[in-house]
T-cell receptor, first 114, second 109 residues
């Protein structure tokens, strides 16, 4: 049963600390998306990659967030330094590389920044 | 950018009842998906349905792309159907999914 995996599932950290979230897309999927869910903003796209290349990161605060795909099986989202307003659930999703395909979501990383 | 509106925002049903959830969108789309977010936060794909009609068990969905809306039907609802139902679309040539605010469904026994 192919699925997107994310680690860690929960993270509590203090303001100013670095946070790294990891995602393993479904094998064979070449498009990876990072979303954030908060009560106020709902679900919003932060960034996405095609064949490991970033295509759009306009939803991401550039000064503290960075997203990379070191290889086809790993995507990372890093926050440095973290702030309380970054507290949210971060979802990774993967798909087959066109806007006409289903995106499959991972279980999310629940981040709390104190 | 594209706007996505879902209605109703909240829905409370008794087990066994039927319901219809609506999603309106402001522009043409290549991708429309319905998701169920369960009480544990997991987003579960229900349908990929940029046009036409699909059925999966007690759930079915219809998208009328020319009129820019989609409907999700839940028949014979069960308590396990509780959660938030999201409609998400792309639009304007972008692959980004834009999510509606969701319909929170509560099914009481």
């Amino acid at each position: 049963d192919a699925r997107v995996t994310q680690t860690p599932r929960h993270k509590v950290t203090e303001m100013g600390q670095e946070v790294t979230m990891r995602c393993q897309p479904i094998l064979g999927h070449n498009t990876v998306f990072w979303y954030r869910q908060t009560m106020m903003q709902g679900l919003e796209l932060l960034a996405y990659f095609r064949n490991r290349a970033p295509l759009d990161d306009s939803g991401m605060p550039k000064d503290r967030f960075s997203a990379e795909m070191p290889d086809a099986t790993l995507a990372t989202l890093k926050i440095q330094p973290s702030e309380p307003r970054d507290s949210a659930v971060y979802f990774c999703a993967s798909g087959l590389g066109s806007s006409r395909g289903t995106q499959y979501f991972g279980p999310g990383t629940r981040l709390l920044v104190l | 950018g594209i706007q996505v509106e879902q209605s109703p925002p909240d829905l409370i049903l008794q087990e066994g009842a039927n319901s219809t959830l609506r999603c309106n969108f402001s522009d043409s789309v290549n991708n429309l998906q319905w998701f169920h977010q369960n009480p544990w936060g997991q987003l579960i794909n229900l349908f990929y349905i940029p046009s036409g009609t699909k059925q999966n068990g007690r759930l079915s969905a219809t998208t009328v792309a020319t009129e820019r809306y989609s409907l999700l039907y839940i028949s014979s609802s069960q308590t396990t159907d509780s959660g938030v139902y999201f409609c998400a679309v792309d639009g304007g040539g972008s692959e980004k999914l834009v999510f509606g605010k969701g319909t929170k469904l509560t099914v009481n026994p």
